[in-house]
């Protein structure tokens, strides 16, 4: 494989740290499955993996799948889900900003353009694929219906781990595949080969571009061809949708061989060469469980590539009133760790004074550089708060500037021409522009005081003049709109 795999040990017999192990897992057409990542110094690798049928009325029923859990040792350890392909919608988009707070605004207006639901009833998640020289940020928006969510919200909140992810499964497939080939950065179709059903993905520089799920029935005639055309029309949707620049090969993973005349349809219908990159069964980070993997029917691909990689946060699948609430709960549990570590402080110093009171004075210096201590731990946390309500307070100027230019483009008819556009956050917007008649001015000042971003701020004309330029009587206008 690669150098990586010197620091996996090569036997689970290795004791490794239980807070750090993860748990990833996937329920897809009833078939819950689940692979147990663990940690020792620097290296990952695989512990357990389980394949489970749950009944139709089960399938979702987060008290069986808890117990499950708990069978396999789980102690509210970190938790990944990983979402099928087919419950989600991804779109590639071009986006004119490189800052994120600018990116996320603009992704919030675009989500409901490509399904046919409220904005409410979608979530989103995304990874900034690359900046290009021009400054456009290129952007894999995933939109999955919230209910789908909502669905694992509540596995997940059964089990109660110290934190999770919810996460598109083609980003395991993408991860697995960096990870064995980190040197491989073309432009690849990579093939995740089941019995039942196939994912493809196109990556670049190790960057996931766009996925597909299809199903194949093996036992079909010419299966082979479907399979071929499948694949080609993921090459096909990616080249119209996302970028010309082809996919230099395809590359089949796979536990069990081939059959060459698959490999050679789907050569001869994609037109561009085929190598296979067979599951390693001695490749140490899965060698604990390869008697497992060998046994069971479907690849674990996606849920090792989780465990492997570490996630991009804006790639979880959470909606952004749930973010919130975990922000907000990050934070208290900080705080309540800093009082602990004070109060647990001032426990041992009292006890230490009672215990040795002549040398009461020695504690009491101590209880100072515990308090010293403790409160430059507190200016810290302060310092960090103050900076979140900074940048919040400075996106929200941005977004408020942002949302006065949308509304002012929306009722400036073709025959006014704006001069001039200055905003002073919090205080005033004032605006020069110029027409061919009176008439006009007075009819924008119309729609512009009702327009919905500017009917709580009132809009007043301070000047109105007539001019010749060139032989043309041109009516320049400045309005002023006072914010406080």
């Not at 729609?447 to 301070?462: D, E, M, W």
Request: hydrophobic residues 40%.
């Amino acid at each position: 494989m690669n150098n990586r795999d010197n620091l996996i040990p090569k036997s689970a017999s290795i004791k490794y740290k239980t807070k750090d192990s993860a748990f990833i897992f996937q329920i897809t057409d009833e078939i819950l499955s689940i692979a147990h990542c663990a940690v020792d110094k620097r290296s990952k690798y695989f512990v357990d993996l389980k394949t489970y049928s749950l009944a139709a009325e089960q399938a979702g029923s987060a008290t069986k799948i808890h117990d499950i859990f708990r069978q396999l040792g789980y102690k509210n350890n970190y938790i990944i889900v990983s979402v099928p392909r087919n419950l989600v919608t991804c779109r590639y988009l071009k986006i004119p900003t490189r800052f994120v707070p600018e990116i996320e605004r603009i992704l919030s207006f675009q989500v409901s353009r490509y399904l046919p639901y409220p904005p409410e009833e979608l979530i989103s998640g995304y990874e900034i694929v690359n900046v290009d020289k021009d400054g456009y940020s290129h952007v894999n928006l995933i939109i999955v219906l919230r209910n789908v969510i909502e669905k694992h919200l509540k596995i997940v909140e059964e089990l109660r781990p110290r934190r999770f992810n919810i996460v598109l499964g083609s980003y395991g497939l993408s991860n697995f595949y960096s990870y064995v080939k980190p040197q491989d950065k073309d432009t690849l179709l990579l093939v995740n080969f089941n019995p039942k059903a196939v994912e493809v993905a196109v990556v670049n520089n190790q960057k996931l571009l766009y996925s597909r799920y299809f199903k194949v029935n093996r036992n079909s005639p010419q299966w082979e061809n479907v399979l071929a055309e499948e694949v080609r029309k993921t090459r096909d949707a990616y080249l119209k949708e996302i970028s010309q620049q082809k996919p230099k090969k395809i590359i089949f993973i796979s536990k069990e061989e081939i059959p060459a005349s698959a490999i050679e349809a789907t050569s001869e219908e994609v037109e561009v060469p085929v190598e296979v990159c067979p599951i390693d069964m001695n490749w140490p980070v899965i060698k604990n469980v390869a008697e497992k993997i060998e046994q069971d029917k479907d690849l674990y691909t996606n849920l090792i590539g989780f465990g492997l990689v570490k996630l991009n946060d804006s790639l979880n699948l959470l909606a952004e009133d749930y973010k919130e609430r975990l922000r907000k709960a990050y934070l208290w549990r900080e705080r309540m760790k800093l009082l602990a570590i004070f109060i647990g402080a001032c426990a041992l110093l009292v006890v230490g004074v009672l215990k040795h009171i002549d040398n009461k004075k020695l504690y009491l210096g101590k209880l100072k550089d515990e308090l010293v201590y403790m409160s430059s731990e507190a200016k810290q946390l302060e310092e960090i708060e103050k900076r979140f309500d900074f940048f919040e307070k400075r996106h929200s100027q941005r977004v408020a500037l942002f949302d006065k230019m949308y509304e002012l483009y929306k009722v400036a008819p073709d025959n006014i021409s704006l001069l001039s556009f200055d905003y002073e956050a919090e205080k005033q917007i004032l605006m020069r522009a110029q027409t061919d008649s009176l008439e006009n001015v007075f009819s924008f000042m119309s729609k512009l005081q009702n327009a919905s971003g500017f009917k709580k701020i009132p809009a007043k004309l301070r000047y109105v003049t007539k001019k010749k330029s060139k032989g043309t009587e041109i009516v320049e206008f400045e309005i002023i709109c006072q914010l406080n």
